[in-house]
């Protein structure tokens, strides 16, 4: 690799740092008092039953029912009896053909609308295009700047992004693994940009299921 090739590498790696402190800042203020107390978490009743003959497990479970709690976990429990553990409510993913998202251009080529590029998130790739760019992010401050007419390389931006097909996708604050996706040129197959995807302002952050999680 050349040196130009490393420098543009760490500098890349540099602000997606940044990027992922954009969008985690609050959560890291929220919980700069410590840990939470366990005791403060809703508790429960859980019930599984498995197999055949069927069989019936009881578990006495806390519920991580806020962002603050469900980081948190069962990190600071070291001794956890086989009758409890924890749920994690989670909401559906969003099926939509369009988001909001904090982008990271990586490109060398400026953004173009005219450009046809691919949005990749999971294992799922979409036709897509930046439809709005709504704010730049200063790299420095992390304070908001008008929206430029383009976005060069190591440029931050808020955009709206439209998809040619409905595509099952969260909130990035919620499920990194489904709330972050990269940006491809169709027509060279270079990534573009990588980005975090944020929560739409009709969805609530309330959760409607949950998976259990015994402390193991």
């Given amino acids: 690799m050349t040196q130009a090739g490393r420098r543009r590498r760490a500098r890349r790696a540099i602000l997606v740092g940044i990027l992922a402190a954009a969008g985690l800042q609050d959560a890291v203020a929220d919980g700069a008092g410590g840990p939470l107390d366990l005791a403060s978490y809703p508790r429960t009743e859980l019930t599984i039953t498995q197999g055949k003959p069927p069989r019936v497990h009881s578990f006495r479970v806390w519920v991580a029912d806020t962002p603050q709690r469900a980081e948190q976990g069962l990190m600071f429990v070291s001794d956890?009896?086989?009758s409890e553990g924890m749920v994690f409510p989670l909401q559906p993913p969003r099926v939509d053909?369009?988001?909001t998202a904090t982008v990271c251009w990586f490109a060398d080529e400026t953004?173009?609308?005219a450009a046809r590029y691919l949005v990749k998130c999971g294992t799922r790739s979409v036709s897509a295009r930046i439809a709005e760019i709504v704010h730049r992010l200063d790299v420095t401050t992390l304070a908001t700047e008008p929206a430029p007419e383009t976005l060069k390389c190591n440029d931050i931006a808020q955009v709206c992004i439209a998809l040619a097909q409905p595509l099952a996708f969260d909130a990035y604050e919620d499920n990194r693994a489904t709330g972050a996706f990269i940006l491809i040129?169709?027509?060279?197959?270079?990534?573009?940009?990588?980005?975090?995807?944020?929560r739409p302002e009709d969805e609530p952050a309330a959760p409607d299921a949950a998976v259990f999680d015994a402390g193991l």
Avoid: Q, R, S, Y
């Avoid at 040129?185 to 944020?198: E, K, L, S, Y």
């Fill in 80 to 82: 956890l009896p086989e």
């Fill in 97 to 99: 053909k369009k988001f």
């Fill in 111 to 113: 953004f173009t609308p």
């Fill in 185 to 198: 040129d169709a027509d060279t197959n270079a990534t573009v940009a990588a980005g975090m995807i944020a």
